[in-house]
């Protein structure tokens, strides 16, 4: 169930480089971010490490991402968080985003309660940011904390206000994990059929 539970996140992370459904010049990417991020300061300059961490993360540079995500917070702290540029109850402000990426590095890294405090204040910060409950949710249950990744995905499908139901989807596949773990065939089954049909409906 675990094998099938990090199958199931790798494929369905929207912090991975393949959600454009094209190879991608990550490389290329990277090396252009770098040499801008020289000539920048500011909250551009943490905007820009942000966005080369979530580069290395999609690479699964977990050390390299954390490290970057660490500095742009440090400049974020000094020159102040930019503003998001989208509104509503499941959209995470500029810092929630940042410890929700550095939370998910660390937990690839094996270092649960490092994600997990990132992914705490996260949530504190952004408490309707439904991909921070399924982040903690996953490293809860590589913690093997079941019940309480089960928890972080209930809150999900329950709460979840995006009408696109995408994060739903996902919380019901990677619960249907959980209840496979725990020895629960049956609701494993039917929430991989509630994932299916939503993603169908997608």
Not at 158 to 186: C, E, H, I, P, T
Request: aromatic fraction near 8%; proline fraction near 2%.
């Amino acid at each position: 169930a675990a094998a099938r539970m990090n199958a199931d996140a790798d494929l369905c992370d929207p912090g991975k480089s393949r959600r454009s459904g094209a190879a991608t010049d990550v490389e290329g990417q990277i090396q252009r971010l770098s040499a801008s991020i020289k000539n920048t300061k500011d909250q551009a300059h943490g905007s820009a490490l942000l966005q080369r961490g979530r580069l290395y993360r999609g690479k699964h540079d977990w050390l390299l991402a954390i490290s970057d995500f660490d500095r742009a917070e440090a400049e974020f702290e000094r020159s102040g968080y930019p503003k998001s540029s989208v509104s509503g109850p499941w959209y995470p402000s500029t810092r929630a985003s940042l410890l929700t990426e550095r939370g998910a590095a660390y937990r690839e890294a094996g270092e649960y309660e490092k994600s997990l405090h990132d992914l705490d204040a996260a949530l504190l910060d952004s408490p309707g940011f439904s991909r921070g409950y399924i982040e903690r949710g996953l490293t809860n249950f590589r913690a093997g904390r079941h019940d309480r990744a089960v928890d972080d995905f209930n809150h999900v499908i329950v709460n979840d206000f995006n009408s696109l139901g995408y994060d739903r989807a996902r919380a019901y596949g990677l619960r249907a994990s959980a209840w496979l773990d725990k020895g629960k065939d049956d609701r494993a089954r039917r929430d991989t059929d509630s994932a299916h049909a939503l993603s169908y409906r997608l």
